[in-house]
């Protein structure tokens, strides 16, 4: 604390001080006559001039610009020029009763002159004849002060009452009376009477601070003359013995017995205060106009100077103007809690209006409030956080108010309690106890984590109640800068908590928001992985035009700049709904608001757009669904409800309730406070008549039931509609899974009212009404109810369409896999479907693949040595063979003999492959591996002319078509004798051990492959499969590789090729029934030709006719 | 049982208790809980601050741990029941209460007292309703007639109180009456 100038002026007794207009000089009077004129550059040891003209004690002084006045208690003021001690003359004479106070209005003309007559003289300074009496006390008047304006003079005096009197009139009037708020003190010789008592103008002049006879300052609003807050701390005590305000309208000094205090404004709240000397009452208290400065004059005599009053962490109490003091701005509406009546804001307007005729200056005071308004609004905005409408920002102009910011669900302080927070997890709810607050948490959900409470020394403004942890923030004060306060949920012994210091002075917490990831386990359990995931996300608006992101342990991430006025945010398990202000408000009152959804984790902006509030409307609430998604509550009494939010760039605001048009609000006057919106329901408090926030005790929360506010009166469209709504966005929150249980009955029960629907249109005869509603149906099996329906009502044509439609919806994709195609697509814009596939088959083989689709070169086959001999003229390559992603597929095969047939490298083949086949091979069969490559080259040609019949060859291998069949009549007889011809051999790594002997075998064997369900599961059929349904290629080369173990008959390995087979057939199996070869047998004659190309095979036609058009057949499906 | 003679024929109270302890009831949860089967069905699930609907006995169950707050019934409140006092007063029927009004209003006292607006005004207002609707069902007892007896909006309870002695009164006038028909 700075020094203090002291220096004895005058006897002890009742003393009086003021300061001149430029702060240059201090005029002092006391009982011992005599008038100081003090420099107030000079020391302590300064020998000030002196005015001695008095003949009793100095009562007043008063400064105006070019002269200053003393009044005494003879009764006579007397006028000097400025700074000297030269007398000009008496401005009045009060005829033998003391005078008590002068005052000069702003404008330095006219000086208000109190007596302890009754009555209060106005006295023109410049013509001294022109004397305004105003009567209206019924006893001596104390004080006088003048509005900045000079429009209003408001007295005080002895009979307890304050007069305001209104002097832009020729003859002044009484505005009003104020009684009960100075004490009545009819003895003028006692120490109260010498208390300051009047009422100083707030330099905004919407308000005056007054020290009450209760020893508080108290505020009297402007706009209703009445008291709207007191300043008290619990280091004030005793009566307030005087009063002054900083030029700036800032702080307020008071003085206590010998102790000054300085407040501000803004806050209501002790910045700084001096012991002064002890044993003395202050009784004058000035504010240096031109620096940080506080002088007074003491019962003692003494006259003290104290200079740097204001901690350095605060504003200056001179300086005004944004452009000189752009980190300090000075709100120019105090608090918001001093303007309790909403009327305040929007009077403005009309007071200005009112009093512009009458006196300009009135204007030029409030104008310059206005442009400090703007950026004191920036500042201090959140000061207001709480009240939504009543405590506009100021704007440079000023037709619209702009919404300041809040957090949501909180309230202002009433009654020593406020509400930091209240949402569906819990309430953060404050009681001031003066010297400190005490913050309680509760939680609705009392398993999952335990309330708590705790002693606040910083007085936090601002809360939010996250999912993983409650943040605070307070403002700056004296002791310590602006900061941040992060408690996690979880282990309570303070061990995560973490604090935040916005260091910058001036800098101010906006707004404060924690999300993180709903727990699905309770904090109350210690268990050590408790915090496995993590604290979640803190993110902090800052009057630094800034979003600043924190990890939940507080970390720093990113300070991210915010190019527009923060208005509030709320935070999801994953990102951070922000709204904000991009300009200014409009002109036709709409408050302009947009919002971001921003991502935690990387900072990308999922969602920008407007919010949808209508003009003249203020935000109310912002939150989130139990769904999760952003919703807001405006002053019209909208709901909305943001949907698609979650894929980029696609949302938009559904409206899906109107408070207006609820049932019970029919004849009541009560509004709602939201606190959380569940799917059906609007979580909210209700509050009766004109509240604007809960009091205490906190109402129950009620839940209001959503309806749509469609236009036409169908309750049962609007129900399906709802859901349809809360069904999408349960889709959207899905990620791979197709759909859920709750979906599935969900949708059912639309379904339900859908039916209900429809029939309602049938009934109506609307055949186009119900086609549409039978469209919105889920299921399709409800489509036979519906068509029964049609039925029913003898609708023949609207069952028939129902047939198409059901049909139609048979046929096409599932839906549920269309929707989660879409949602691949919106939110993984990169990797289109068919990569993703090839992807997982390439790390599924192990090997990086070429595009299988592109490759339409002949597939590359090794040809065993023995199954060359015999099958290497006649083996074919259809294209599609060629194509087919053999070498997938194969290595997989346990039979290597196959797989070397088809898959050995060729000089077509990509080199990975061949490669990779190669080592195969070498793995399994060395002899075998080495001989295939030479082969090949014959190979491919010899297929290549048999395309057509790439499959018989398989077949033609067979002897006996006959036994074939019978064979692929019974699964189980083949698998037998496949497990007996292979015994050992189904071992993959003996396929050769086999002779092709064992030919007819092997012909059964790939004719039973098609009719059967694979005997030797192994991973290679479901691959396959999946294969297969994308590409056409894949068959073929199974036909290919059929055709390749016909060849290789030799090898006669059952089992393996039973596997092979499978593979290929999978799809077909069903369609292989004794009776569809049966059928297939006759067609197969024409085909014989190109099998006979086969010498091998030359009786096996009709088998392998059949094998072909089953191919065919699969090839088409798959196409 | 060691019960009177008039008991024994009839209900005892807390059975009646226990039988309107399976009517359903709003409450406040302050725990979360997924939904449970029981043997009378399933519940939940349980989501503070979502108001669910369990059945009383388990809303008193949790109440008694303190996990829950009740939302009293509709009921249940001193401007309806003052309403239906003023009716039971003025006029000669049986108010409009529910059937078993008497159980679940003396439980929910008895549990949950904090949770109901001005408990001791309808502690006393339960008991003023009692006794004007005793006072009636005495003065039915003139209009006993052998056959029927019709008393609309008669609680439960009321019906285990008046039932050993009408159903015994009734018998006996069916005797009666039936003696001289016979003869």
């Not at chain 1, 000030?48 to 208690?73: F, K, M, N, R």
């Not at chain 1, 039973?1008 to 294969?1027: A, C, D, S, W």
Request: net charge negative; hydrophobic share 35%; aromatic share 6%.
């Amino acid at each position: 604390m700075s020094k203090l100038i002291s220096s004895q002026a005058h006897d002890s007794g009742i003393t009086c001080l003021v300061l001149s207009k430029d702060g240059s000089h201090a005029y002092t009077g006391g009982e011992d006559c005599i008038v100081r004129i003090w420099k107030m550059d000079e020391g302590p040891d300064y020998e000030p001039a002196t005015a001695s003209e008095a003949d009793q004690a100095i009562t007043a002084v008063a400064a105006a610009d070019y002269c200053w006045l003393s009044g005494s208690e003879d009764a006579v003021v007397r006028q000097y020029v400025k700074d000297t001690s030269e007398l000009t003359g008496h401005v009045w004479d009060a005829s033998g009763v003391a005078v008590r106070s002068l005052a000069i209005d702003p404008t330095g003309k006219m000086v208000a002159i109190t007596s302890d007559t009754f009555d209060v003289k106005v006295v023109h300074l410049e013509d001294i004849t022109i004397v305004s009496q105003l009567k209206g006390h019924v006893g001596s008047v104390r004080r006088a002060t003048w509005h900045p304006s000079s429009s209003l003079l408001t007295t005080s005096g002895s009979d307890g009452k304050i007069i305001i009197w209104k002097m832009s009139t020729l003859q002044p009037e009484i505005e009003t009376i104020i009684e009960g708020i100075i004490p009545a003190i009819g003895d003028t010789s006692s120490h109260e009477y010498a208390h300051d008592c009047s009422a100083v103008w707030h330099t905004s002049g919407q308000y005056f601070y007054v020290a009450s006879r209760a020893h508080e300052i108290v505020t009297v609003s402007r706009s209703d003359w009445t008291k709207t807050s007191t300043f008290s701390d619990k280091e004030v005590s005793g009566a307030i013995t005087a009063l002054a305000i900083s030029v700036n309208g800032v702080y307020l000094a008071s003085a206590s017995k010998s102790t000054v205090h300085v407040w501000s404004t803004q806050t209501r709240r002790l910045i700084a205060s001096h012991p002064g000397t002890p044993g003395a009452t202050i009784t004058h208290l000035a504010f240096s106009p031109r620096e940080d400065l506080i002088a007074w004059t003491d019962s003692k005599g003494g006259f003290n100077r104290w200079p740097k009053a204001i901690p350095d962490n605060f504003p200056d109490p001179v300086k005004r103007s944004v452009a000189t003091n752009a980190a300090a701005t000075i709100p120019a509406r105090p608090k918001t809690n001093l303007f309790d009546d909403i009327a305040e804001a929007t009077t403005i307007n009309a007071l200005r209006d009112d009093n512009a005729e009458l006196d300009p200056g009135f204007d030029d005071v409030d104008d310059d409030w206005i442009i400090d308004d703007l950026g004191g609004g920036l500042q201090d905005a959140s000061e207001g956080a709480g009240k939504k409408q009543d405590a506009y920002v100021k704007e440079m102009v000023s037709i619209t108010k702009a919404q300041p910011p809040f957090q949501p669900a909180s309230t202002p302080m009433d009654r020593k309690k406020r509400l930091l927070a209240y949402n569906t997890i819990g309430v953060i709810e404050v009681t001031d106890q003066d010297t400190h607050h005490i913050v309680n948490v509760e939680f609705f959900d009392r398993s999952a984590r335990q309330g708590y409470n705790f002693t606040d020394h910083f007085r936090y403004h601002l809360g939010y109640l996250g999912e993983r942890g409650a943040v605070f923030a307070c403002p700056a004060e004296e002791a310590h800068p602006a900061q941040v306060l992060y408690k996690p949920y979880g282990g309570w012994n303070k061990q995560g908590d973490w604090t935040y210091v916005l260091k910058r002075p001036g800098s101010s917490v906006l707004g404060v928001a924690a999300g993180g990831l709903r727990s699905s386990r309770s904090f109350r359990q210690k268990d050590d992985d408790s915090d496995l995931h993590g604290y979640g996300n803190v993110v902090i608006a800052t009057s630094e035009s800034d979003l600043t992101f924190l990890s939940g342990t507080g970390r720093e991430r990113r300070i991210m700049g915010l190019g527009a006025d923060f208005v509030s945010m709320a935070a999801g398990p994953e990102w951070v709904f922000v709204v904000h202000r991009a300009g200014s408000t409009t002109i036709d009152g709409s408050q302009n608001l947009s919002y971001s959804v921003i991502n935690f984790e990387d900072f990308s902006v999922k969602q920008r757009d407007v919010l949808p509030i209508p003009k003249g409307h203020v935000l109310k609430w912002i939150g989130l669904t139990d769904q999760g998604a952003p919703a807001i509550y405006d002053s019209a009494g909208w709901v909305h409800i943001l949907t698609k939010f979650r894929i980029p760039h696609h949302a938009s605001w559904a409206r899906v309730m109107d408070t207006n048009l609820l049932e019970r609000r029919k004849g009541k006057d009560e509004s709602y406070w939201p606190v959380g919106i569940t799917e059906s329901n609007l979580l909210c408090l209700i509050l009766k008549g004109r509240q604007e926030y809960p009091g205490s005790p906190r109402p129950l929360i009620q839940e209001l039931p959503m309806h749509i506010p469609f236009r036409l009166e169908e309750p049962k469209g609007e129900l399906v509609e709802r859901e349809l709504l809360h069904i999408s966005t349960a889709l959207d929150s899905l990620e791979d899974e197709l759909t859920t249980d709750a979906i599935v009955s969900r949708e059912r029960a639309v379904d339900r009212e859908l039916m209900l629907l429809i029939q309602a249109a049938c009934k109506a005869d609307n055949v186009p009404r119900a086609i549409e509603l039978a469209k919105l149906l889920h299921q399709t099996e409800t489509f036979g109810a519906a068509i029964k329906l049609a039925d029913f009502y003898h609708l023949v044509g609207l069952a028939e369409k129902l047939r198409i439609l059901q049909a139609e919806r048979e046929e096409t994709d599932d839906r549920l896999i269309a929707a989660r195609n879409k949602r691949r697509r919106w939110l993984k814009p990169d990797p289109p479907l068919r990569e993703v596939v090839q992807l997982s088959k390439s790390t599924a083989n192990g090997s990086s693949r070429v595009d299988l689709l592109g490759d339409v070169r002949p597939p590359p086959t090794i040809e065993r040595p023995r199954l060359a001999r015999v099958t290497a003229p006649v083996i074919e390559t259809t294209r599609y063979s060629s194509v087919a992603p053999a070498p997938v597929l194969l290595p997989r095969d346990p039979t290597p003999s196959l797989d070397a047939a088809v898959d050995s490298p060729s000089p077509s083949f990509g080199p990975g492959d061949g490669k990779r086949k190669r080592t195969e091979a070498d793995d399994l069969d060395f002899s075998f591996a080495t001989p295939p490559p030479p082969r090949q080259k014959t190979n491919p040609f010899a297929r290549k002319p048999g395309q057509e019949s790439r499959n018989p060859f398989a077949r033609k291998s067979d002897g006996n078509n006959g036994r074939t069949i019978q064979k692929s009549e019974s699964f189980f007889d083949k698998v037998g004798a496949a497990e007996d011809d292979a015994g050992g051999q189904a071992h993959a790594k003996r396929p050769f051990a086999k002779p092709p002997g064992n030919q007819e075998k092997g012909v059964v064997r790939q004719t039973t492959l098609f009719g059967m369900p694979p005997p030797k599961p192994k991973p290679k059929p479901g691959k396959e499969k999946e294969i297969e349904r994308k590409t056409t290629t894949t068959k073929a080369k199974k036909g290919s590789g059929l055709n390749a173990s016909a060849s290789a008959a030799a090898s006669g390995e059952g089992a393996e090729e039973t596997q092979d087979s499978q593979a290929t057939d999978i799809v077909m199996s069903d369609a292989n029934t004794p009776a569809s070869v049966a059928e297939a047998e006759p067609e197969a004659v024409t085909q014989d030709a190109t099998e006979s190309q086969d010498p091998q095979v030359g009786d096996s036609s009709l088998i392998a006719n059949w094998e072909e058009t089953q191919l065919v057949e699969v090839e088409s499906q798959d196409l | 049982m060691a019960l009177p003679e008039s008991l024994r024929m009839s209900i005892t109270p807390p059975e009646l208790e226990l039988i309107s302890s399976q009517q359903l009831l709003e409450i406040v949860p302050l725990i979360s809980m997924e939904r449970t089967a029981f043997i009378s069905g399933a519940y939940g699930p349980l989501r503070p601050p979502n108001k669910a609907i369990v059945p009383i006995w388990m809303a008193v169950n949790l109440k008694s741990k303190k996990k829950c707050h009740i939302v009293a019934p509709a009921w249940l409140n001193v401007d309806f029941l003052q309403d239906r006092l003023n009716y039971e007063t003025s006029k000669p029927g049986f108010s409009d209460l529910p059937f078993r009004f008497m159980e679940i209003s003396k439980v929910l006292l008895d549990v949950a007292s904090d949770d109901l607006e001005d408990p001791d005004k309808l502690r006393s207002l339960l008991k003023d309703l009692r006794e004007a609707r005793q006072a009636k069902s005495r003065d039915g007892l003139k209009r006993l007639d052998h056959s029927e007896l019709s008393l609309p909006n008669l609680s439960s309870m009321e019906i285990n109180e008046i039932r050993p002695f009408f159903v015994q009164s009734m018998h006996m006038l069916t005797q009666l009456v039936r003696e001289p028909s016979a003869a």
